[in-house]
């Protein structure tokens, strides 16, 4: 059962992982799956890496059966180049929970965008959008020039158009949920209010 705010018998992670597999499992090799204690995206790997089994497909492992962190994942997939796919969590940088104001800073830096991208997957999904700090043992919530970044990033994708995988789980997702007529009618500023977040 899901345990997160936004609950409907609408909202199953199962839904998520066969759409997104679905759309992005030929074309991409990659996998969404969940039931994961914390995210983590591992790359196809083969048996001479040393690494473990072998796998010829990469996998976006989302936090339990929790979607919002099923469409973060997704979101984070989506922001990755083709390089950084290639890397477990696309080599980057990450400070567990009780950062300091510095690691906090830089966090709310690089989550801009993929936060914004799971606040146009939210929408389409029918979900509520909470921006995340991630940082609750400093007990901080989102800092307002976070919530403004992000509201910023989401026009932007509305007025300039998002990229190709961003567009695919969009309709993929507005076509399940039906929550719009089409992405064009989704990716409308006026669906994204800044008091969604404020």
Known sequence: MLTE?????????????????????KSHLTRLRGGAL??????????????????????IWFTRDYFASALHEVAHWCVAGHERRQREDYGYWYAPDGRTEAEQALFERVEVRPQALEWLFSR???????????????????????????????????????????RA??????????????????????????????
Do not use: M
Request: glycine share 6%.
């Open 38 to 59: 914390e995210p983590l995206y591992r790359p196809a790997s083969d048996a001479s890496s040393g690494e473990g089994a072998a796998s010829d497909v990469h996998c």
């Open 5 to 25: 705010v936004g609950n409907t018998n609408r909202h199953d992670c199962r839904d998520l992982v066969r759409l997104f597999d679905q759309t992005f499992l």
């Open 124 to 166: 389409a999904a029918g979900w509520r959008f909470r921006p995340s700090a991630d940082n609750l043992a400093a007990n901080q919530g989102p800092s307002e020039s976070f919530k403004q970044a992000i509201h910023a990033q989401v026009l932007r994708f509305c007025r300039e158009g998002v990229s190709e995988r961003v």
């Open 169 to 198: 789980f969009l309709e993929a997702l507005v076509s399940f949920y039906g929550t719009a007529a089409n992405v064009e009618a989704l990716l409308d500023e006026r669906h994204f209010s800044w008091d969604e977040v404020a």
